[in-house]
């Protein structure tokens, strides 16, 4: 969808979107960073397990970096250059690979961690996927990793949030509400589809049902990768069609003709879901659909929900309209992507935005000192481009209200669906 489209220029939403990860980066910035608001930050992080933790991405409006939510985005920015990269203007195909390059990770044995050492094995799995005509010695670098990850989370299986040196930290924000069952055949996912080899087919075959695979769980994100997982076992393995039969069933329940629907969508045409930062379900069920559209097309298929067949032209649409909501197409007129268009958030709620930059205001702020900054009506000084704030509720209205973090806090696991688009 890239260059698609009259009404919206898709290749500009694209290049902000990507440019909103040059505004979450901890460590030292290189000299080529693009927003320049942002400057070095976290530089002693990991001095205390003696390994160096700089880099990565802080998760939202904060300043921590959660290495659950930081490993999903990076398996979903490197599935979006896997599946879209050949589609994107080449100088944003670099700039989305520069930002799969900087994550960091740390897993520490014999702490259970069985979802986000999966996770991490899915992300190195995909990113040398992502790196492998660019950058071949890297790519083989990252699939050594990936299945280093994946043994660490076979071998000591639990919930990292299960550790009560980690579930202080980590709850409620990225706890692991719905088990690391789905993350071990996730990572294994990756990895059969990066090695195409037996090893990790047979760990599928002979884990699936004990792992849950069975399950008729239609959700996809950072905790629940079920949808997720049937998409990337596509059905060219005769042993993983049920896989297949149940992305199939999942997309059906998306389109209102069908008998299977069960979708709640706003007045304004927005897919809802109850909990706060909503724009998360509708990007992430978006990509999803223009995923599995691809893979339509090229083996020339519809999909049958019983009374109705459901083509990859109508999938497109469907994310497109989502798309188009988030970009203004909506009742208010408004843009949830920061930068894009006349009529955006101006009160995000986002430390670095809204506090001065400090090469405007060199001065120690403590952290009481931020309440004025926090409370101001003004605009954040430093602008956020390309973030998706959490968006707008059930009945299509949004206050731009810095205070209120569930409509008005952006985070990455809000964007990276977004660069197939």
């Given at each position: 969808?890239?260059?698609?489209?009259?009404?919206?220029?898709?290749?500009?939403?694209?290049?902000?979107?990507?440019?909103?990860?040059?505004?979450?980066?901890?460590?030292?910035?290189?000299?080529?960073?693009?927003?320049?608001?942002?400057a070095?930050?976290?530089?002693?992080?990991?001095?205390?397990?003696?390994?160096?933790?700089?880099?990565?991405?802080?998760?939202?409006?904060d300043?921590?970096?959660?290495?659950?939510?930081?490993?999903?985005?990076?398996?979903?920015?490197?599935?979006?250059?896997?599946?879209?990269?050949?589609?994107?203007?080449?100088?944003?195909?670099?700039?989305?690979?520069?930002?799969?390059?900087?994550?960091?990770?740390?897993?520490?044995?014999?702490?259970?961690?069985?979802?986000?050492?999966?996770?991490?094995?899915?992300?190195?799995?995909?990113?040398?996927?992502?790196?492998?005509?660019?950058?071949?010695?890297?790519?083989?670098?990252?699939?050594?990793?990936?299945?280093?990850?994946?043994?660490?989370?076979?071998?000591?299986?639990?919930?990292?949030?299960?550790?009560?040196?980690?579930?202080?930290?980590?709850?409620?924000?990225?706890?692991d509400?719905?088990?690391?069952?789905?993350?071990?055949?996730?990572?294994?996912?990756?990895?059969?589809?990066?090695?195409?080899?037996?090893?990790?087919?047979?760990?599928?075959?002979?884990?699936?049902?004990?792992?849950?695979?069975?399950?008729?769980?239609?959700?996809?994100?950072?905790?629940?990768?079920?949808?997720?997982?049937?998409?990337?076992?596509?059905?060219?393995?005769?042993?993983?069609?049920?896989?297949?039969?149940?992305?199939?069933?999942?997309?059906?329940?998306?389109?209102?003709?069908?008998?299977?629907s069960?979708?709640?969508?706003?007045p304004?045409?927005?897919?809802?879901?109850?909990?706060?930062?909503?724009?998360?379900?509708?990007?992430?069920?978006?990509?999803?659909?223009?995923?599995?559209?691809?893979?339509?097309?090229?083996?020339?298929?519809?999909?049958?929900?019983?009374?109705?067949?459901?083509?990859?032209?109508?999938?497109?649409?469907?994310?497109k309209?989502?798309?188009?909501?988030?970009?203004?197409d909506?009742?208010?007129?408004?843009?949830?992507?920061?930068?894009?268009?006349?009529?955006?958030?101006?009160?995000?709620?986002?430390?670095?935005?809204?506090?001065?930059?400090?090469?405007?205001?060199p001065?120690?702020?403590e952290?009481?000192?931020?309440?004025?900054?926090?409370?101001?009506?003004?605009?954040?000084?430093?602008?956020?481009?390309?973030?998706?704030?959490?968006?707008?509720?059930?009945?299509?209205?949004?206050?731009?209200?810095?205070?209120?973090?569930?409509?008005?806090?952006?985070?990455?696991?809000?964007?990276?669906?977004?660069?197939?688009?």
């Amino acid at each position: 969808m890239v260059n698609s489209g009259k009404g919206h220029d898709y290749e500009e939403a694209l290049s902000k979107a990507i440019l909103f990860f040059e505004g979450q980066r901890s460590g030292f910035l290189p000299e080529d960073q693009r927003l320049k608001w942002r400057a070095n930050s976290g530089l002693s992080d990991g001095w205390t397990y003696n390994v160096d933790l700089t880099g990565g991405y802080y998760d939202a409006g904060d300043n921590v970096k959660f290495g659950f939510p930081m490993a999903f985005t990076t398996t979903m920015l490197s599935w979006s250059v896997i599946e879209f990269g050949e589609m994107m203007p080449p100088n944003e195909l670099r700039n989305a690979l520069v930002a799969i390059r900087w994550t960091v990770y740390a897993v520490d044995a014999p702490n259970t961690a069985s979802d986000v050492a999966g996770e991490t094995a899915a992300a190195l799995a995909a990113a040398s996927m992502a790196f492998r005509s660019s950058d071949p010695g890297y790519s083989e670098t990252l699939l050594r990793n990936a299945v280093k990850a994946f043994q660490f989370a076979d071998n000591y299986r639990g919930a990292y949030s299960d550790n009560a040196n980690v579930r202080d930290g980590v709850c409620p924000y990225y706890c692991d509400f719905d088990g690391y069952q789905d993350e071990l055949l996730w990572g294994a996912a990756w990895l059969r589809r990066a090695t195409q080899g037996d090893d990790f087919l047979n760990y599928i075959q002979s884990n699936g049902k004990t792992l849950g695979a069975e399950d008729n769980i239609n959700e996809f994100g950072w905790d629940n990768k079920h949808a997720g997982l049937n998409e990337v076992l596509d059905g060219n393995v005769d042993s993983l069609e049920s896989y297949k039969t149940s992305a199939e069933s999942f997309l059906c329940t998306l389109i209102p003709e069908t008998s299977s629907s069960h979708i709640e969508y706003t007045p304004g045409g927005l897919i809802y879901r109850p909990g706060g930062s909503n724009l998360q379900h509708a990007t992430s069920i978006a990509f999803l659909e223009l995923v599995y559209a691809n893979y339509l097309s090229r083996t020339s298929q519809t999909i049958n929900c019983g009374n109705v067949y459901v083509s990859a032209q109508t999938l497109r649409q469907r994310a497109k309209r989502q798309v188009d909501y988030i970009l203004g197409d909506n009742p208010l007129g408004l843009s949830y992507m920061v930068g894009y268009g006349n009529n955006y958030p101006q009160r995000i709620h986002h430390r670095g935005s809204s506090l001065p930059s400090i090469k405007d205001h060199p001065q120690h702020i403590e952290c009481k000192e931020g309440s004025i900054y926090f409370n101001s009506t003004n605009p954040n000084p430093n602008v956020l481009v390309g973030a998706i704030v959490g968006g707008p509720g059930e009945d299509d209205a949004y206050a731009d209200d810095r205070a209120d973090f569930r409509k008005s806090e952006p985070t990455t696991i809000l964007m990276h669906h977004l660069l197939g688009f």
